[in-house]
T-cell receptor
Framework: DAMVIQNPRYQVTQFGKPVTLSCSQTLNHNVMYWYQQKSSQAPKLLFHYYDKDFNNEADTPDNFQSRRPNTSFCFLDIRSPGLGDAAMYLC???????????????FGPGTRLTVT | DAKTTQPNSMESNEEEPVHLPCNHSTISGTDYIHWYRQLPSQGPEYVIHGLTSNVNNRMASLAIAEDRKSSTLILHRATLRDAAVYYCILVSGNTGKLIFGQGTTLQVKP
């Protein structure tokens, strides 16, 4: 089945130690998104890629970066994780960005990040 | 981005219909009404979306008010597996972004 895969499902890192989360998709979708979801809160969009074009949300901290080396893969890099970055990180895809199906996104299961 | 208002929580009995309301009085003409749900420890799942007309799919129905300032997600027969947080989200046809509100936590009782 076509899907969005996130690895690992659980990640523990130390305060200040860089960490990378990965996402892959078999849907061949043009758009890939990263969301942060803290405990008991709603998901919050960090940034997205439309093909190779990167779009950062205005309030996303500089500590968060992303790479998309090809259509299938997208990475979230946290350069110096703080305790406040502990959260579930969700990857999502959509077929296109400006269309009547633009809001139809497919989410992965998420990576739960713990910062010690 | 236009905002939505949903009740914090609702309860339903198993096998009964559930009507989840959403108010979006500042909706613009290009905004689509999307519904997602998030089961415990899972990523959000697309449920349904619409623009002006009511919509049906295998998961649910979406009833949209004539003035588009409110909508209702209808689960025809709730099951225990429908217990989740349900998000009503306005998506601009120009951006495609999902801006999540707090959603409605649906509890289904056997």
């Amino acid at each position: 089945d076509a899907m969005v895969i996130q690895n690992p499902r659980y990640q523990v890192t130390q305060f200040g130690k860089p960490v990378t989360l990965s996402c892959s998709q078999t849907l061949n979708h043009n758009v890939m998104y990263w969301y942060q979801q803290k405990s008991s809160q709603a998901p919050k969009l960090l940034f997205h890629y439309y093909d190779k074009d990167f779009n950062n949300e205005a309030d996303t901290p500089d500590n968060f970066q992303s790479r998309r080396p090809n259509t299938s893969f997208c990475f979230l890099d946290i350069r110096s994780p703080g305790l406040g970055d502990a959260a579930m990180y969700l990857c999502a895809t959509s077929r296109d960005f400006r269309s009547n199906t633009a809001g139809e996104q497919y989410f992965g299961p998420g990576t739960r990040l713990t910062v010690t | 981005d236009a905002k939505t208002t949903q009740p914090n929580s609702m309860e339903s009995n198993e096998e009964e219909p559930v009507h989840l309301p959403c108010n979006h009085s500042t909706i613009s003409g290009t905004d689509y009404i999307h519904w997602y749900r998030q089961l415990p420890s899972q990523g959000p799942e697309y449920v349904i979306h619409g623009l002006t007309s009511n919509v049906n799919n295998r998961m649910a129905s979406l009833a949209i008010a004539e003035d588009r300032k409110s909508s209702t997600l209808i689960l025809h027969r709730a099951t225990l597996r429908d217990a989740a947080v349900y998000y009503c989200i306005l998506v601009s046809g120009n951006t495609g972004k999902l801006i999540f509100g707090q959603g409605t936590t649906l509890q289904v009782k056997p």
